[in-house]
Structures are given as C-alpha cells and as structure tokens.
C-alpha cells in the first residue's frame, strides 16, 4: 500500500501562482510514474501531467504546457506541482497519483486512469 498526502492548494486570483506537493510514504518502492490529475465539477477527471520516477522526464497536458512544471524529489518521495499564469478553468480538485505496477503496454502514463494510487485531493479555486 502507498499513501500520498497532499499540501498546498487554495484561492488564488487569475494570473497568479500557486504550489502543491505530494509526499509518499509506504510501499512506494517501485515507483514508476508520479502525476498529477484534476476533477472540474461536473466533468472527468484529466491528468494535468506526470514525471517518471527514474528519469525525471515529464509530459504535461496541452491545457498547462508552459504553465505548469512538476519536479520530483527522490530523496524526500515527494512530487511538486508549481502552477503560474492560473485561469478560471484550473479550478478543479487536484489529486497526486502513483504507478506502482508496470504496464505491459507504453502509454498508460497519459491515463489519468492509469495509476494505481491516488491522494485525497486538494482544492485549487481560481477566481477573475
């Protein structure tokens, strides 16, 4: 079992920044992918973008390239989310989510469905 605790999160006006962080703590060895996923109401959930644990590498959604940046810290498990340039339409609740088993086919790192643990969430409200 893996469990991931989030911090940061809150009311930020448009144009403004705001950090997360996603501490893991249990069976967090393998680790493969480390992301990002956010829940509008009333909408899917999508993922925001992901790293990979060994690597670094990491892929952002179109909506948030140039945006938002997700850096890991291995020695601390812990993944961040640094967001600027926020709009009313980042609003959603943000989740951090792990890879723990390796897929048998490339790509499921894009799939906000994809990963194995997810944390509790924590809200991001953007305001005009």
């Known amino acids: 079992q893996v469990q991931l605790a989030e911090s940061g999160g809150g009311l930020v006006q448009a144009g403004g920044s705001l950090s997360l962080s996603c501490a893991a703590s249990?069976?967090?060895?393998?680790?493969?992918?480390m992301g990002w996923i956010r829940q509008a109401p009333g909408k899917e959930r999508e993922l925001v973008g992901t790293t990979a644990w060994s690597d670094g590498n990491t892929y952002y959604a179109d909506f948030v390239k140039g945006r938002f940046t997700i850096f890991r810290d291995r020695t601390k498990n812990t993944v961040y989310l640094q967001m600027s340039s926020l709009k009313p339409e980042d609003t959603a609740v943000y989740y951090c989510?792990?890879?723990?088993?390796?897929?048998?086919?490339?790509?499921?790192?894009?799939?906000?469905?994809?990963?194995?643990?997810y944390g509790q969430g924590t809200q991001v409200t953007v305001s005009n």
């Open positions: 989510a792990t890879q723990t088993r390796k897929r048998p086919y490339r790509g499921s790192e894009y799939d906000a469905d994809e990963y194995d643990y």
């Open positions: 249990g069976r967090t060895d393998p680790t493969y992918y």
